[in-house]
């Protein structure tokens, strides 16, 4: 990798000099300073902060929702049980950014969908920063919502009370009622008429953390966190067992032994590191039920808080679309990715063979992720796990400083013009890396750029600067075009 990458502090912030004659290029190139200041810190601090909305059925959550972000978004409809999905918005508030989640009812002891839609607004909770919780103060508390109160508590997240259907100095006293529910003051609000709002999203911000939260890595000098993600039954607990050198968790040829995440604390080449066996992946979350439903929802979480993610392929069937599923949910969470192969040890020659077709087509997009070819029940190759894990950690932390990246991108610009469209042909201007865990970088063009020019830039920023084991994000800024001074 080029020597002039920084992958130790790797926190994608720029220097004082190097900021300012970032910004100088901007101005000469006719962007508003502001416009670039906007697009760095947008794609710089990565995902924003989130804000979950619960409470049982028909309290008004979609009603606040479309009241927060200012628009008709969410379908409301006055009986209970029309949101079934979380559903994720953007929202603003006081120049704050922050993204709102709109839950189902939550509801104690239902079944069939009704329980998979308290399940989304559980995993909804879990992921979020911090909480609204909405009450329909015209009602009271009910024994639902003290329900909801127990699983805030057990969350242990930041939560604003809403003291909904307020619409007038008479519903002030029932507000007040809800303090007995012990989650502090109730702050009255009429979603329908936006009452109370802005004294109740000044409250959500000061729940909100300023950036948000890096839910992967613990304190400095802490563990690395290593999720084991796959379909079921492909040797993720016989993997953890056998770095582990002894039976940790339970291993049985029944799919699905393993429900929830489990942590163990292993030491390898020296280093300790936080291994984290998940239940094994069935098929689309929607669509399962039950235990598996559960299971997946606990699996998906803990991916979120991994640094890396090591995919279990079972090399003795044929790669699935369950299996892409899988690899795309740990690239869009933005993690170190490892690809182990398992049961490699099993292969005859024309299973190695055909197995080699479908790795360069059905996982073509994650071509860049370091793989090992191990089995876990003899231990084949398990001495090339970390070192893997280590190349896919360096990539995911890599930062570019932003005058290597600006001579590299002049280089691709002169050498590779984006494709005339229209009469007129888009040019990349400059750029920077605005974050890392994972790169982040921010194009601003003179034009839109097409998204086949994209995945070129990407494909030789990999070549030029490495970028092994992680996914890559880029944005572009266009130049808005500005009338004639009269």
Known sequence: MNDQIDSGEANGELGDAEYAEFMEIAAHEGFDPEEVEGAIDEAGHGPLPILAVVGRPNVGKSTLVNRIIGRREAVVEDKPGVTRDRVTYEAEWAGRRFKIVDTGGWEQDVLGIDASVAAQAEYAIEAADAVVFVVDSTVGATDTDEAVVRLLRKAGKPVVLCANKVDGLSGEADATALWSLGLGEPHPVSSLHGRGTGDMLDAVLEALPDAPAQT??????????????????????????????????????????????????????????????????????????????????????????????????????????????????????????????????????????????????ELAQVAWAPRVNVSALTGRHMEKLVPAIETALAGWETRVPTGRLNAFLGELVAGHPHPVRGGKQPRILFGTQAGAKPPRFVLFASGFIEAG????????????????????????RVREKRGRKK
């Open 453 to 476: 020019y994209r995945r070129f830039v990407e494909r030789r920023l990999r070549e030029e600067f490495g970028f092994a084991g992680t996914p890559i994000h880029i944005s572009v």
């Open 216 to 361: 992967f890595g613990l304190a400095v000098g802490g563990p690395r966190r290593i999720a084991l993600i796959g379909r079921p039954n492909v040797g993720k607990s016989s993997l953890l067992n056998r770095v582990a050198k002894e039976d940790r968790v339970v291993v049985n040829e029944v799919a699905g032994t393993t429900r929830d995440p489990v942590d163990e604390l292993i030491e390898l080449g020296g280093t300790v590191w936080k291994f984290i066996d998940t239940a094994g992946i069935r098929r689309r979350v929607h669509l399962q039920a039950g235990a598996d439903y559960y299971a997946s929802l606990r699996t998906a979480a803990a991916v979120e808080k991994a640094e890396v993610a090591v995919i279990l392929i079972d090399t003795t069937e044929s790669i699935s679309v369950q299996d892409q599923r899988i690899v795309t949910m740990a690239v869009e969470a933005g993690r170190a990715i490892v690809i182990a192969y398992n049961k490699w040890d099993t292969l005859d020659e024309d299973r190695r063979y055909y197995l080699e077709r479908e790795i360069e087509t």
